[in-house]
């Protein structure tokens, strides 16, 4: 069983930055690779990066590319999401997912979901 603890949302202005953290409570935090997902009201939760075990593949999708970086810290039993020239339409609950396997973009694949982190950005 993995518990995962998202913080560091907030508000920001537009062309502001936050940092988000994502806590895991995993024996081996490094048996799992790890993603980020966001929902925004009245819409579908959606893919915004993922990470490999290790740290040596990353996945994003198009929309934040070159604008959010993830990362880890297996050390500290941690995920980041950094987010740079935030945009209104980044507002969303972003949510951290943990999968056994490297999957992308595939939500099911996820076994462990956080309970998301509130970012709000005004124009």
């Known amino acids: 069983q993995v518990q995962l603890l998202e913080s560091g949302g907030g508000l920001v202005q537009a062309g502001g930055s936050l940092r988000l953290s994502c806590a895991a409570s995993?024996?081996?935090?490094?048996?799992?690779?790890m993603a980020w997902f966001r929902q925004a009201p009245g819409k579908a939760r959606e893919f915004v990066a993922a990470i490999a075990w290790i740290g040596d593949s990353r996945t994003y999708t198009d929309s934040v590319k070159g604008r959010f970086t993830i990362s880890r810290d297996n050390a500290k039993n941690t995920v980041y999401l950094q987010m740079n020239s935030l945009k209104p339409e980044d507002t969303a609950v972003y949510y951290c997912a943990a999968s056994p396997e490297y999957s992308g973009s595939y939500d099911w694949r996820y076994d462990y979901w956080g309970q998301g982190t509130q970012v709000t950005v005004s124009s």
């Open positions: 995993a024996r081996t935090f490094s048996d799992y690779a």
